[in-house]
């Protein structure tokens, strides 16, 4: 009767235990671009790495940076790269993490009827680093490039792989929802 394990079931064991095969770490660190950290204070390099090699291997390094940006009490990580491995900024900015969907923006979402009357600024083209939840970081950027422009408005013309808008502003007027 056999009663040592096999050494590839010991390092199994060893590597679940530690946390390394998680591909699900939890992180209070937000995936940000250039815009959202603009005005953060840079804590500190991050290399994510993982013993893993195949599927996911990319992932697991993510969640390995995003630990560390966490431990260096970062709020906010901007990837430099993500091929083959995953390397990061790390960024506090003040305040509680916000979500890019919760960014803060004084520019309404409008429609064509909203924007009818006001004095067209500029066209604004957001960006945002690959993944899920794409478009709407991109969305985020255009959002904050058109806050910057001074405008009050942004009408969408492409939300297609990217998010491009005009941004205007309008005065004399309170604020109006899109039409339902």
């Not at 998680?22 to 005005?39: H, I, Y």
């Not at 960006?127 to 422009?149: M, N, T």
């Not at 405008?151 to 899109?178: D, E, Q, V």
Request: charged content about 15%; hydrophobic content about 35%.
């Amino acid at each position: 009767m056999k009663t040592a394990l096999p050494i590839h079931r010991l390092l199994c064991a060893a590597l679940l235990a530690s946390g390394c095969a998680s591909a699900n770490t939890p992180s209070n660190v937000l995936q940000a671009d250039e815009a959202m950290v603009s005005d953060c204070q840079y804590v500190g390099d991050v290399v994510g790495t993982s013993m893993l090699p195949g599927p996911g291997y990319v992932d697991r390094c993510q969640q390995s940076a995003l630990s560390q940006a966490d431990n260096l009490g970062a709020t906010h990580l901007r990837w430099t790269s993500l091929n083959n491995g995953a390397t990061g900024k790390a960024y506090k900015c003040g305040g509680p993490a916000t979500t890019p969907t919760q960014a803060s923006s004084n520019v309404l979402e409008a429609d064509e009827r909203m924007v009818s009357g006001c004095q067209y600024l500029d066209d604004v083209t957001g960006s945002g680093f690959p993944g899920p939840g794409y478009v709407e970081r991109c969305k985020q950027s255009a959002l904050r490039k058109a806050d910057k422009l001074g405008a009050t408005h942004l009408l969408w013309t492409s939300l297609n792989n990217s998010a491009t808008g005009k941004a205007y502003k309008c005065t004399g007027s309170p604020a109006r929802t899109p039409a339902q």
